[in-house]
């Protein structure tokens, strides 16, 4: 098994598992303390792979750009989508992220002449109707849930469509350690601002939440590496569908750790996300 295949499937499971744990202490802390926790993880992270990799030396004028645009992308979409975690449904939320592989695809065939055989447009679509079905099902009898949610969840899909393509392009011009450098330069202060600003409208830090927050924010860490490396390694084309698997995780953490009960619905979405993800290892 190729090692973009390995880190493509790690971050399904680390993600989905993240996910999965993160609707409770999103809501309790919110998304702004939640985004600045998130920070507090990765600045060690990607500052040390930039420093103990040198990736100083691989800086250019235009892979920095393409690095800051991809940051940019990348940290609005997650900050939108724990906005969207804060309001929405869980499952449902997650779900709507299957939406963004189709922007991504799409920009990567048309602006980078990327390569889609037909057996992974099959597995591609079985994904993207997954975890859609997964975003668009109501469980009968429930009552209509606030859509608010929708208009930040939106945006991070197009966003993250965007930050795919984007990543490809500065990882490949200026290296994983040069890349990383610019992401953690670029996000921690957008992220530390937005969690100032809904810090003036909370009550004092309850620790006891941020104690419980810590398995999502590890695993989301980690999932950050590694779906980091998958793009860098791999066909962009078929790792970003291949990711948003996560989702059929995170029902599945919901299911039997969070004794949430499961739809026909979802059973069905987790086995064409399943199929789709088999496929694409074939």
Same mark, same amino acid.
């Given at each position: 098994?190729?090692?973009?295949? /390995?880190? #493509?499937?790690?971050?399904? =499971?680390?993600?989905?598992?993240?996910? %999965?744990?993160?609707?409770? $202490?999103?809501? *309790?802390?919110?998304?702004?303390?939640?985004?600045?926790?998130?920070?507090?993880?990765?600045?060690?992270?990607?500052?040390?792979?930039?420093?103990?990799?040198?990736?100083?030396?691989?800086?250019?004028?235009?892979?920095?750009?393409?690095?800051?645009?991809?940051?940019?992308?990348?940290?609005?979409?997650?900050?939108?989508?724990?906005?969207?975690?804060?309001?929405?449904?869980?499952?449902?939320?997650?779900?709507?992220?299957?939406?963004?592989?189709?922007?991504?695809?799409?920009?990567?065939?048309?602006?980078?002449?990327?390569?889609?055989?037909?057996?992974? /447009?099959? #597995?591609?679509?079985?994904? =993207?109707?997954?975890?859609?079905?997964? %975003?668009?099902?109501?469980? $009968?009898?429930? *009552?209509?849930?606030?859509?608010?949610?929708?208009?930040?969840?939106?945006?991070?899909?197009?966003?993250?469509?965007?930050?795919?393509?984007?990543?490809?392009?500065?990882?490949?011009?200026?290296?994983?350690?040069?890349?990383?450098?610019?992401?953690?330069?670029?996000?921690?202060?957008?992220?530390?601002?937005?969690?100032?600003?809904?810090?003036?409208?909370?009550?004092?830090?309850?620790?006891?939440?941020?104690?419980?927050?810590?398995?999502?924010?590890?695993?989301?860490?980690?999932?950050?590496?590694?779906?980091?490396?998958?793009?860098?390694?791999?066909?962009?084309?078929?790792?970003?569908?291949?990711?948003?698997?996560?989702?059929?995780?995170?029902?599945?953490?919901?299911?039997?750790?969070?004794?949430?009960?499961?739809?026909?619905?979802?059973?069905?979405?987790?086995?064409?996300?399943?199929?789709?993800?088999?496929?694409?290892?074939?």
């Amino acid at each position: 098994m190729e090692l973009w295949l /390995v880190c #493509a499937l790690l971050t399904v =499971v680390f993600y989905g598992v993240g996910e %999965g744990l993160s609707k409770e $202490p999103t809501v *309790r802390l919110g998304s702004g303390r939640m985004l600045a926790l998130y920070a507090l993880y990765s600045v060690p992270i990607y500052a040390g792979w930039f420093f103990l990799f040198n990736g100083s030396l691989s800086l250019s004028g235009e892979g920095v750009l393409l690095a800051v645009a991809s940051s940019l992308c990348g940290t609005f979409g997650n900050a939108l989508w724990f906005i969207a975690m804060e309001w929405g449904d869980a499952s449902v939320v997650s779900g709507f992220t299957a939406a963004y592989p189709v922007v991504t695809v799409a920009a990567a065939v048309i602006g980078l002449g990327a390569t889609v055989l037909p057996l992974q /447009v099959v #597995a591609i679509a079985f994904l =993207v109707a997954g975890a859609m079905l997964l %975003g668009f099902y109501e469980t $009968p009898g429930e *009552r209509r849930k606030d859509r608010r949610w929708l208009v930040p969840m939106i945006a991070a899909v197009l966003l993250w469509g965007a930050w795919g393509v984007f990543e490809k392009l500065a990882i490949a011009s200026i290296g994983f350690a040069g890349n990383a450098g610019v992401y953690v330069a670029v996000s921690t202060p957008i992220f530390l601002l937005i969690a100032w600003r809904d810090h003036r409208t909370r009550p004092r830090w309850d620790w006891t939440e941020v104690k419980s927050a810590q398995p999502t924010l590890v695993l989301f860490a980690i999932a950050g590496i590694t779906i980091f490396l998958a793009i860098g390694l791999g066909p962009i084309a078929v790792v970003v569908p291949l990711t948003t698997a996560y989702p059929v995780v995170a029902i599945g953490v919901r299911r039997f750790w969070m004794q949430e009960r499961m739809t026909l619905a979802q059973k069905v979405a987790v086995g064409l996300a399943l199929f789709g993800a088999a496929l694409s290892t074939l």
